[in-house]
């Protein structure tokens, strides 16, 4: 029987919470570093410029309807998706051994390669999947719901404020043979700290030796250094290698469609006589789950992003516009680093602000001094001490500065 006494209250979104925070907050000076999307130097969110043209495009496609889309999703779009993530040349795509589903962003991507494992990966001594710790608070949601245990592994050092890769390497070395391992393709959330190509490789090696199996999330391509492919080189070395992996991929900070839930989701199959028909197996389940989860996916966000990956020219100019996104953060990761160190007077103190990379800088300050700057200085940012590198700008990098300053004093 259903009893609503059954139902306790549940915790609201930390996220959520602080950005309505934010909101009601009447002070002029106040700096939202909460947001998880870019913001231009004016702090307002900024449509892309190829997207907008291929909006005019689209509405003016005299054939354009609301039909469905296939269950799998745009094929024009699963397939350019694919060729941006993996490399055109790659050999997965050429020996036909990927399956590829449009998803309700990387979210949904997330989501259905967690149920995908939840119903077919073996796991006879209850492998776990790992993650890093910290990672993004919706992978412990996502795949919890899917009743796959959890277990972390260690990322960040508190100390260097960078990766603490002996951790990471001894975690996974140890996991049992056969466990799931998360990892985050690039422009790590909430950290900003990714693996060097040589962590990568070594990382892959262990990896392999214990049998796991590599998910790849894969949230911030081209948004993180402006470059596609160097965004892209985690995954694709893990490809080339021959590993059995799939990936999560999100066209939301990227295109900037972050509410049309545009994303795909990707299994590849290692190489073999055999691969093809193992991947048709593995597509004619995964589109079970997806038919029975959302039916088929939405398509506006699919058509534009798929306009833009097939056409030359309009691939060119968003690989101006990721430039220009990808490269306002990383001024303002000069900027704030600058400017502390310049209030402190001690150089390179602060300089994992521009070590780090993405979206997001793990500041090291602790819960009670980001209370304290929001209470002193109106800047709102999570308990942890991530701040969205989005929501600084010329206009308030200063003021930030100032603020972080008089608070680790
Ligand atoms: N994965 C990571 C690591 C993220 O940071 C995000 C967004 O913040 C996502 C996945 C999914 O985002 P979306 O569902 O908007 O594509």
């Given at each position: 029987v259903f009893s609503s006494d059954n139902v306790p209250q549940a915790p609201e979104d930390p996220l959520f919470g602080l950005m309505a925070a934010y909101r009601k907050?009447?002070?002029?000076k106040k700096v939202d570093l909460g947001i998880g999307a870019y913001r231009d130097d004016n702090a307002k969110p900024w449509v892309l410029p190829v997207v907008k043209k291929a909006e005019g495009i689209l509405q003016k496609d005299p054939n354009l309807n609301h039909e469905y889309l296939p269950i799998a999703g745009l094929a024009e779009f699963t397939s350019a998706a694919q060729k941006l993530m993996?490399?055109?040349?790659?050999p997965a795509i050429k020996e036909k051994r990927v399956a590829s589903f449009q998803t309700i962003s990387g979210t949904g991507a997330v989501h259905l390669g967690g149920l995908f494992l939840s119903k077919?990966?073996?796991?006879?001594?209850?492998q776990p999947i790992y993650f890093s710790?910290?990672?993004?608070?919706n992978h412990n949601q996502i795949f919890s719901n899917v009743n796959l245990p959890i277990k972390t592994y260690p990322y960040f050092s508190?100390?260097?404020?960078?990766?603490d890769y002996d951790g990471m390497r001894a975690a996974v070395e140890s996991a049992p043979e056969g466990s799931i391992i998360l990892l985050h393709?690039?422009?790590?959330?909430?950290?900003g700290v990714d693996l060097t190509h040589a962590q990568w490789a070594d990382i892959a090696k262990v990896i392999r030796a214990k049998s796991h199996f590599p998910f790849f999330d894969c949230a911030y391509q081209g948004f993180a250094s402006g470059d596609l492919e160097h965004d892209a080189w985690a995954v694709r070395y893990f490809v080339e290698q021959g590993f059995e992996l799939c990936i999560a991929q999100s066209f939301a900070k990227n295109f900037g469609l972050y509410g049309e839930r545009a994303g795909a989701f990707h299994f590849v199959t290692g190489p073999g006589p055999d691969a093809q028909n193992t991947i048709g197996r593995i597509a004619s389940q995964l589109a079970i789950l997806q038919r029975s989860e959302i039916s088929n996916p939405p398509a506006y966000g699919a058509r534009i992003a798929s306009l833009v990956l097939n056409d030359r020219e309009l691939f060119q100019e968003w690989e101006e516009n990721l430039r220009t996104m990808s490269g306002r953060i990383i001024d303002m990761r000069k900027a704030l680093r600058g400017k502390l160190e310049e209030l402190n007077?001690?150089?390179?103190?602060?300089k994992h602000i521009t070590e780090q990379i993405g979206m997001?800088?793990?500041?090291?300050?602790?819960e009670k001094q980001v209370l304290k700057i929001r209470e002193d200085a109106h800047i709102y940012m999570t308990k942890n001490g991530?701040?969205?590198?989005?929501?600084?700008n010329t206009g308030n990098v200063e003021y930030i500065a100032q603020a972080m300053d008089k608070v680790v004093r």
């Open positions: 907050d009447t002070f002029e993996l490399g055109a040349e790659s077919f990966y073996l796991r006879p001594n209850d710790s910290p990672t993004w608070a508190p100390q260097t404020k960078g990766l393709a690039c422009a790590h959330n909430p950290t007077g001690k150089e390179g103190s602060w997001f800088s793990f500041t090291g300050l602790s991530r701040i969205s590198m989005a929501g600084a």
